[in-house]
């Protein structure tokens, strides 16, 4: 189980997702339901959750500003969180950040 300040996301053994709480900072993952399958890990800032499929994509929901572009989520292999920010490594080496510049979501 993850949680956000506000939110939960737990883990299930057969890699989906299951959510609760308060719905802007990631209790409300409809949107992205369909896609919270072959889970492998998921991280949480204060608002938002960002998961990591099996492929190496990455699943993000909850507070989303600003929003990172889903092209440079692949082939990710692990993801840090701060208050309000993400950094996802990718297998190349790269890191791609996201979030409140402020908290480190912006790393270009």
Not at 14 to 43: F, H, K, M
Not at 50 to 60: C, F, K, L, N
Request: charged share 20%.
């Amino acid at each position: 189980v993850f949680g956000t300040g506000f939110a939960f996301a737990a883990l299930k053994k057969d890699g989906c997702v299951v959510t609760w709480g308060e719905n802007y900072p990631g209790g409300d993952s409809r949107a992205v339901q369909g896609q919270l399958s072959d889970v492998r890990t998921i991280a949480a800032s204060s608002y938002a959750f960002a998961a990591i499929r099996e492929d190496g994509s990455v699943v993000t929901w909850g507070s989303k500003n600003p929003p990172v572009d889903a092209e440079e989520l692949q082939n990710v292999t692990h993801i840090a969180a701060s208050h309000e920010a993400f950094c996802a490594l990718r297998s190349d080496g790269r890191c791609v950040t996201w979030g409140a510049a402020k908290f480190g979501g912006d790393s270009r």
